[in-house]
């Protein structure tokens, strides 16, 4: 059962940079909104 | 009656401009333009006269006498120094805005930044004569800085080359798009006309060698992949520089407009005075996007070249410093400026994100270079070199001030280039 699953080291993979990535292309529209809010 | 039929007559041929038909003309309206103008000992001119006298003696000796002591504390070990680092690398980054207002005027049709134009260019022309034109100090032998344009050992295969050609046809190209302003200042219809048709292609060739040679100012760091620090080193440094020069040109525009605006008020007039703030609103946006996307490719950088480990070191939070304290803070100020219509906190966002570039740029020349050598055998830059900076720097300021009360460069141009145009 175990040989069924592998784990991989999310650094080799560069696993966290598509993390980083996918973290920036949600944040941006975020930012982008915030950016053109207008204040009362 | 007679004094206002009088000034009727001055403004109309000041609309017309000079009448210039020979050199004879033109030699004496230039005699006539090079007198200066209003009260010549104002606090800044007594000030920065003695500075660029004693910067013009100074870069007399360096060239006479080569680098080296007195004049630079450079060695084998520190080739680069402020020169390179401030001058040159900061300088040009701080240029970048003329790229960057051209592409948004000029392909992205945003009439809005028209206005600041031909300032922006003017500035970003006079950058790259002045300090770019600085890299002749820097160059050992720099009687063969000719050598690249003509073909005297072209040396394709040096970073070096690039640069220069990049320089060069860059310059040109500032220059052309700056020429119609010229030739309305001399009043030269038919020249104007031609040199108006030429802007765009000049704008578009501009661009293109902005994002080559803003990147490849950055393949020389590329070369020193063992002296600089893991933190700063990546084998991406051409993009970073490619688009901080983005924010950091723009900061640039924010700051001398906001000078400009100040010292050469009383040639705009109030519509312009009015959109001004709208301008820098628009300009804190983009400000402010290109350093959020600029923060987002740091840290996949400090990821992907598994540096995050040097983070716990001296270095490590001189790093955060910057990225932290110049680049994610400011990008919140002009966030926040941009968001309440606030052009105290853009203009402070903007003094803030040029302290950063200029740190930024002197971290890759001269601080996290040679980052292992002991605090007493680093490169400090020697007086002289600080005297020659400040000295070019000034003579920059002064040119953009003789051409800026001349040429209309903020006030309106003739009612015959209007129509041209």
Excluded at chain 1, 4 to 33: C, H, N, P, R, S
Aim: hydrophobic share 55%; glycine share 8%.
């Amino acid at each position: 059962m175990e040989e069924l699953f592998t784990y991989y080291d999310i650094f080799a993979t560069k696993g966290v940079e598509y993390l980083i990535i996918i973290a920036f292309f949600i944040l941006i529209l975020v930012f982008w909104g915030l950016l053109n809010m207008r204040s009362h | 009656m007679a004094g206002e039929k009088l000034d009727t007559v001055a403004i109309v041929k000041e609309e017309a401009g000079p009448n210039i038909k020979n050199f004879a003309d033109f030699w004496s309206f230039l005699k006539k333009e090079l007198k200066p103008r209003g009260n010549i000992a104002t606090p800044f001119n007594l000030i920065s006269l003695p500075i660029m006298v004693l910067g013009y003696i100074f870069i007399v000796y360096r060239l006479a006498t080569g680098l080296g002591k007195p004049i630079t504390n450079l060695n084998q070990q520190y080739p680069w120094g402020l020169w390179i680092g401030f001058d040159v690398v900061t300088g040009v980054a701080f240029a970048g805005g003329a790229y960057v207002i051209c592409f948004v005027v000029y392909i992205l049709r945003a009439e809005k930044y028209h206005a600041i134009i031909r300032a922006t260019v003017l500035n970003g022309f006079l950058a790259y004569l002045f300090y770019a034109g600085a890299i002749v100090l820097d160059i050992g032998r720099w009687w063969n800085i000719y050598n690249p344009m003509i073909g005297n050992s072209f040396g394709v295969n040096a970073v070096m080359f690039l640069v220069a050609w990049h320089f060069f046809l860059y310059m040109l190209a500032e220059f052309v798009e700056f020429s119609p302003t010229v030739a309305e200042w001399l009043g030269m219809k038919k020249l104007r006309k031609i040199l108006g048709g030429l802007t765009l292609g000049a704008v578009v060739f501009g661009i293109c060698l902005s994002t080559l040679h803003q990147s490849g100012l950055a393949a020389l760091m590329i070369m020193a992949k063992n002296k600089i620090h893991p933190l700063w080193y990546t084998e991406f440094i051409p993009i970073l520089y490619f688009v901080s020069s983005i924010f950091a040109g723009l900061s640039m525009v924010i700051f001398e407009g906001s000078i400009s605006h100040k010292v050469f008020g009383s040639q705009l007039d109030e519509a312009h005075h009015k959109h001004y703030d709208d301008i820098l609103v628009g300009l804190a946006r983009i400000c402010s996007a290109a350093m959020f996307g600029y923060f987002f490719l740091k840290i996949i950088l400090l990821v992907h070249e598994h540096a995050v480990q040097y983070l716990n070191s001296p270095m490590g939070f001189w790093y955060l410093f910057e990225i932290v304290g110049f680049v994610l803070v400011p990008c919140f100020m002009f966030a926040h400026g941009a968001q309440n219509k606030n052009t105290s906190t853009i203009k402070f966002a903007a003094i803030i994100t040029m302290i950063g570039i200029i740190i930024n740029r002197l971290n890759y020349t001269f601080i996290a270079y040679n980052w292992y050598v002991p605090l007493s055998e680093k490169y400090w830059p020697a007086p002289m070199e600080y005297i020659i900076t400040a000295s070019i720097i000034l003579t920059e300021i002064w040119a953009f001030r003789w051409i800026v009360n001349r040429m209309p460069v903020l006030k309106e141009p003739p009612a015959w280039a209007r129509e041209h145009h």
